[in-house]
């Protein structure tokens, strides 16, 4: 058996009821085996043993007070995966889902996913079991200054910079980082995605979903094609899912459907992002209230968004939401390009179909960078202590991710697998971390 086949069935083994993490790493090492295998410093090195195997895991109790006044408490996570290229940098996720499994699922794609952005971070991700949903903003509050009391002692400006995720936004960075300050008596650019008045980037709300758009514009523009008339389906309507819609109506394509966990709306005159954007962001409401703005919009309770005809797909919700099924839909309607704009959104047997069929497929830990990159970037405006403009950090987010889908391409062509773009994505993004691991010896 190949040195990489035996490192998978060892983490398998050795991790045992984690099935997303068995899944990112079947996904990321099935890639890679070809271009391990012919590099035997590697194994020599233990690189794969190490890259699976996260720096620290910490894992904390969460005790906060209700409404009621009941006491509740929490599981607290964060993964320190690998800092091999920089400090440990990736979102908190608070969702009921959150468990091991999935922190170190999205830890691991996050230290691939960093190295292709070119900015000097490492891989880390955290989060709790914790529902916001229906919580009230002095319930979120006594929730995140009860998270970051235990948090705040593990990370740093040059140590561990955490972020948003699923659950995670602008309001709750704010009180998490409220109390990182009334802690340690310090400003510091310890989280990102913070607020414009206290440090945060302009673009970094938008940056994953435009990120994404402009990752697939850049392929689209290299296989002679365009987002001009194209028909899009988007699923979720959180952040991510928000910033692609308009991005891609921005460059000409007809977005016809997004979703929540309940279900999903179709609109044949094209999603008016305004209403989402209302619905969401401001009422924090659920997307099935689309058709209170607009009655011919349909609605439909349920899985299903994925039957709809399209030309791209942007699933921009969570892990496994488009299964090898959903695939061969898609493909059967003539959807012929995919960008994940969530983290794994695609299940493994999906991603087959969708190479076997010649789509364009583009995983997350490419496709969805963006956010990550300008983080990055706000943590340079941090240390320089400066804020710069919307048109630059823009312009240097569409840069990156041109940068991202040219390497990309380029890894997957140099390995003669032209178009396979989680080979591609998987190897350039590899090479970066082990060459740094190879250089910083046994550590
Ligand atoms: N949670 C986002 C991701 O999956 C952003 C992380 C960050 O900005 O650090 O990449």
Redesign the pocket.
């Known amino acids: 058996m190949s040195y990489t086949m035996k490192v998978l069935e060892k983490v398998i083994q050795k991790n045992p009821n984690e099935p997303e993490f068995h899944q990112a790493v079947t996904e990321t090492l099935t890639a890679l085996q070809p271009y391990v295998d012919a590099h035997p410093e590697y194994e020599r090195a233990g690189i794969l043993e190490r890259l699976c195997e996260p720096e620290r895991v910490i894992i904390f109790r969460v005790p906060w007070v209700d409404d009621s006044g009941k006491v509740r408490i929490n599981k607290g996570y964060r993964v320190q995966f690998n800092s091999a290229i920089g400090p440990y940098?990736?979102?908190l996720r608070f969702h009921p889902s959150v468990c091991l499994s999935i922190i170190k699922f999205?830890g691991f794609e996050?230290v691939l996913?960093n190295s292709l952005t070119g900015q000097p971070i490492g891989g880390g991700k955290g989060g709790s079991d914790f529902d916001p949903k229906g919580k009230s903003d002095r319930e979120i509050m006594a929730f995140c200054q009860s998270f970051m009391t235990e948090l705040f002692r593990h990370i740093g400006e040059d140590t561990d910079?955490?972020?948003?995720?699923i659950g995670v936004g602008e309001r709750e960075i704010g009180f998490l980082y409220g109390q990182y300050k009334r802690l340690t008596n310090s400003c510091k650019g310890v989280l990102?995605?913070k607020g414009l008045s206290y440090g945060g980037s302009l673009i970094r709300t938008q940056a994953?979903g435009y990120g994404l758009v402009y990752l697939i514009d850049e392929m689209l523009r290299q296989h002679g094609e365009s987002f001009e008339n194209k028909t899009v389906v988007v699923s979720g309507s959180g952040n991510v899912a928000i910033y692609a819609v308009e991005k891609a109506q921005q460059l000409g394509a007809k977005v016809v459907a997004m979703s929540d966990s309940d279900g999903f709306v179709y609109d044949a005159d094209g999603i008016d992002i305004k209403i989402v954007k209302e619905i969401k962001e401001e009422k924090r409401g659920r997307i099935s209230e689309y058709t209170d703005y607009k009655q011919s919009a349909v609605y439909t309770r349920g899985k299903g968004i994925w039957s709809i005809k399209c030309d791209i797909a942007l699933p921009c919700a969570t892990q496994n939401e488009l299964d090898e099924n959903d695939a061969e839909k898609l493909v059967k309607n003539g959807c012929f390009v995919v960008g994940e704009g969530a983290?794994m959104p695609a299940t493994i047997e999906a991603t087959k179909v969708f190479l076997q069929n010649r789509v364009l497929f583009v995983p997350g830990k490419a496709a969805?960078?963006g956010?990550?990159a300008v983080?990055a970037l706000e943590m340079s405006q941090n240390s320089m202590r400066t804020s710069w403009t919307f048109e630059k950090v823009d312009r240097k987010l569409r840069e990156i991710m041109t940068n991202i889908y040219n390497n990309i391409s380029s890894v997957a062509k140099e390995v003669g697998q032209e178009d396979n773009f989680i080979v591609g994505a998987n190897i350039a993004a590899f090479k970066k971390v082990a060459d740094a691991m190879l250089k910083q010896g046994i550590v």
């Open positions: 940098k990736g979102g999205l996050q996913k910079v955490p972020a948003g995720d990102t995605g994953t983290n969805n960078a956010g990550v983080s």
